[in-house]
């Protein structure tokens, strides 16, 4: 959605400028709520429910993941085509798994940097001397790049713990917001509609006078 607000204003200009304040505070919540829900996945500090801790947890639990116990979390046929020791996390790539979710990972800390500062607490001294640089800040492509992985990563262990995953997508997303814009547009195309037949009316109500 942060993406597409800028360029889907732009393909209905007309439309947006009607209520362009509106649409500016809906880009500023989108882009906020995004990075707000991204700190909380990449979130570094012990014993909360993030990605970082999920991998903790999982590197002290494997026995969780042996054939036995996952058989009894699946349903009878895919328990039946369990290959043993298939559902066993591999330990480096968990390892792997840990360094990209950790702020030893650029990216990860600099959104760490950004919630610590300016998103779940707001520093005074950064904000009144205002000298953070933009390059300790992540910029749009750099959220996008720790969103995918971070769904990769967690499907993953979901796979193997109970052979579920989640979609990147929700149901009916593709061009759902998109359409917010063209019934804009409908509803001030039958206004045009509207207010040129009164137009004429009038027109023709004078004239006959």
Request: net charge neutral; glycine share 4%; charged share 25%.
């Amino acid at each position: 959605m942060d993406k597409q607000l800028p360029e889907l204003c732009e393909k209905y200009a007309s439309e947006a400028a009607q209520v362009e304040f509106f649409w500016g505070m809906v880009a500023n919540a989108v882009r906020e709520t995004a990075l707000l829900m991204l700190s909380r996945v990449y979130d570094q500090v012990p014993n909360v429910l993030s990605l970082r801790e999920l991998l903790f947890t999982i590197e002290s639990n494997k026995h969780l993941f042996e054939d036995d116990a996952v058989r009894k979390r699946v349903n009878t046929a895919f328990a039946n085509s369990i290959t043993p020791g298939s559902h066993s996390p591999d330990t480096k790539t968990l390892r792997t798994d840990l360094a990209l979710v950790s702020s030893s990972d650029p990216l990860v800390n600099k959104l760490v940097i950004w919630r610590g500062n300016f998103g779940a607490q707001v520093s005074t001294k950064l904000t009144i001397n205002n000298n953070l640089e933009d390059a300790k800040l992540l910029t749009q492509e750099e959220a996008f790049a720790l969103g995918d992985p971070a769904l990769s990563i967690f499907n993953r262990y979901r796979s193997l713990f109970q052979a579920v995953s989640h979609s990147s997508k929700y149901l009916n997303e593709e061009g759902s917001l998109e359409a917010v814009f063209k019934y804009m547009r409908a509803g001030l195309n039958a206004r045009r509609r509207a207010r040129d037949e009164a137009a004429k009316q009038l027109l023709a109500a004078v004239s006959k006078s």
